[in-house]
């Protein structure tokens, strides 16, 4: 079995100092993090980033901030939003793409979210997909329901989207495919041969969908973003500590932890 990629969202949209005192949101703050996180067996940082009252924003220059920050400190993934916060317009969100980072999320298609509506458009979607190959960036295919998996395969048969094809299950958002075994084994059941996958359950979801994905084979994103606890009523006190759990539950099960290096080859993103 491959090594596993551990995927670090270490800040998100939608929490705040408020929800967690633990939550990174300068550029500073997110470095410094991202760092722990790496050291502690993350191979890849999924990016997001605040203006300076803390609020979700896709400013195209606080991101170049915060990646050269990041990059500074340690050699981690990049793989930056476009998902932006609920309400954001596509010319907001597809912002950063232009830094060329390794990677981004493309989501194919709309879901609710809670008692929002996180919109993706059909037109919007193959927008994006251009977006990221004009620069060279891979997708990494944000999964919230079994159909837009075939969304994506559309995008890679009209040719959009080319090379190594990575998803990543989000399992548990109230509107979303559920997180248990059955919605998990479903959606690895129509992946396309070759395909790579990782899970990211929110909430109480995350620790039983990751304990999942390391024995069928998949990778596994935790973080702030999805989830605060680090058990029911004790709030996590970093990324790295999420992490941190993710290695050990990992090295129990008998798979290694992919260093960023390693997570480049698995992904495609090297020839070496």
Do not use: C
Not at 33 to 59: F, S
């Amino acid at each position: 079995m491959e090594k596993v990629i551990i995927t670090a969202a270490v800040v998100g949209a939608e929490i705040t100092k408020e929800d967690t005192p633990y939550l990174p949101t300068t550029p500073d703050e997110i470095a410094i993090d991202v760092e722990k996180a790496a050291k502690a067996g993350a191979a890849i940082v999924h990016l997001h980033v605040r203006d300076k009252e803390g609020r979700p924003t896709q400013d195209k220059k606080i991101f170049e901030e915060t990646i050269k920050k990041i990059r500074e400190r340690v050699d981690i993934i990049i793989q930056v939003s476009t998902g932006g916060a609920v309400g954001m317009t596509p010319e907001e969100r597809i912002q950063p793409v232009t830094l060329n980072p390794e990677m981004a999320t493309l989501t194919t298609g709309t879901v609710n979210f809670g008692d929002e509506v996180f919109l993706n458009k059909p037109e919007d979607i193959r927008s994006f997909a251009k977006e990221l190959k004009k620069y060279g960036v891979r997708a990494e295919f944000e999964i919230f329901d079994v159909g837009m998996i075939f969304n994506a395969m559309r995008l890679v048969n009209e040719g959009l989207v080319e090379g190594h094809l990575h998803f990543d299950f989000v399992m548990g958002v109230p509107g979303g495919i559920p997180a248990t075994a059955k919605h998990l084994l479903h959606l690895i059941d129509h992946l396309p041969k070759g395909a790579t996958w990782s899970v990211a359950g929110i909430g109480r979801h995350q620790l039983p969908m990751a304990m999942l994905a390391l024995p069928l084979g998949g990778h596994v994103r935790v973080g702030l973003e999805d989830n605060i606890y680090y058990k029911k009523g004790v709030l996590a006190k970093s990324n790295s500590e999420l992490v941190a759990r993710v290695v050990r539950l990992a090295e129990e099960l008998g798979r290694e932890v992919a260093t960023p290096k390693e997570a480049r080859k698995i992904l495609g993103l090297t020839s070496d």
